[in-house]
């Protein structure tokens, strides 16, 4: 059931980018959220995104993204803006009190987003990232075939792989192959979800080092469009991450534990709106003459009521209204995933640019 329009979080948008859209409809359809107000740094761009994503008759439309800042009565924002203007825009919207749900990646780098993490403390306000597979209730069954040690055992690897085949246009003209609007390129569009994948499986423990994969591929202007890495952990875990703007779509976990494993094709994604899929095997072995598997793996279904992402608007702007109207401490969690997965991003950049040489996140 709706919540009232009393307690409903108000939210603005900053910007009219593609995501936008996508989030727009999730804030509609969420419970406990609407839809306040849109800023662009043109009135008219603003007033056509709006009417294009059917807004309500109410939202208020702005030629200024300091506009929606000012808005008394928007509680918190979206920010969908290029990865460079993240540090001056959420770090505004904390100063001006406004909850602030943050596109990935967060930062150019970690050093930027504690400073974003800073304001949000200083203020009292909730920070989330718009990682949406993290909300969605297929992922929640997982951890818990990860977390079975009679199923699963203890996790030995796990690769992470998001790649899309980007055409001409985007590979030239978008925004994440602009050094000066997402620098990280592909590590920051793609392997952001790779990253986060692989901290997922392994309960958020970072890895000892960091190693680029040789291979690494820059556009003209330096960005990267196509890179890889290898993670290591001081007990034997590794993990790879692959990511890129070169090959076709694919959004593949695998992760391998003592007694059995686990692997999806969708995880960013899903196939389907309403359904998500994975195979969990348990004590894998091969029949007589290896002719097959014994047992076969299992697919599992999770139905889900609400598209990922509206799950992801509804626990934010619940998190939100505990703290405005409940007066709850903001929720440390989801920053201290962000920073994390900020963190091997860092580490995967720094060392390409020493060449591959490994570097210590100990």
């Known amino acids: 059931m709706a919540e009232t329009s009393k307690t409903q979080i108000k939210f603005g948008i900053l910007g009219c980018a593609e995501i936008a859209r996508k989030l727009s409809r999730a804030i509609s359809l969420s419970p406990n959220a609407t839809i306040h107000a849109i800023g662009s740094r043109s009135l008219e761009k603003a007033a056509k995104f709006a009417a294009t994503n059917n807004f309500p008759p109410h939202a208020k439309i702005y030629g200024t993204y300091d506009a929606v800042l000012d808005d008394p009565e928007v509680d918190a924002v979206y920010i969908p ?5 993240h540090i001056k825009w959420a770090v505004l919207a904390a100063q001006k009190k406004k909850h602030v749900l943050l596109e990935k990646p967060v930062a150019l780098n970690v050093g930027e987003f504690d400073r974003i993490l800073e304001a949000c403390e200083v203020n009292n306000v909730q920070l989330m990232d718009s990682t949406m597979w993290m909300h969605h209730p297929r992922t929640v069954k997982m951890k818990e075939f990860l977390s079975d040690k009679s199923k699963f055992g203890e996790i030995r690897s796990i690769h992470a792989t998001f790649t899309f085949a980007a055409d001409q246009d985007f590979l030239e003209n978008d925004i994440r192959v602009k050094p000066d609007l997402d620098a990280l390129g592909a590590l920051g569009d793609a392997g952001w979800y790779c990253a986060r994948a692989i901290l997922w499986a392994n309960d958020f423990n970072l890895p000892k080092s960091v190693t680029a994969l040789p291979g690494t591929i820059f556009n003209k202007a330096g960005v990267i469009i196509s890179c890889g890495a290898f993670l290591r952990w001081d007990d034997g875990r590794v993990a790879t991450l692959h990511c890129s703007f070169l090959a076709n779509l694919t959004m593949t976990i695998v992760a391998s534990g003592t007694k059995g ?44 009521d609400n598209p990922q992402e509206v799950c992801m608007v509804t626990e934010f702007a619940r998190l939100v209204k505990s703290v405005k109207h409940d007066g709850a401490a903001v929720e440390k969690l989801w920053p201290t995933l962000s920073r994390k997965t900020q963190l091997v991003l860092d580490a995967v950049k720094t060392s390409i640019e020493k060449g591959g040489e490994s570097v210590s996140l100990s």
């Open 261 to 304: 494993g686990l692997h999806l094709s969708d995880f960013i994604i899903p196939f389907e709106e309403t359904q998500a899929t994975f195979t969990a095997a348990t004590e894998s072995g091969f029949t007589e003459l290896a002719t097959g598997w014994n047992p076969l793996p299992s697919q599992h279904t999770v139905m889900n």
């Open 81 to 85: 803006l290029p990865t460079s203007l």
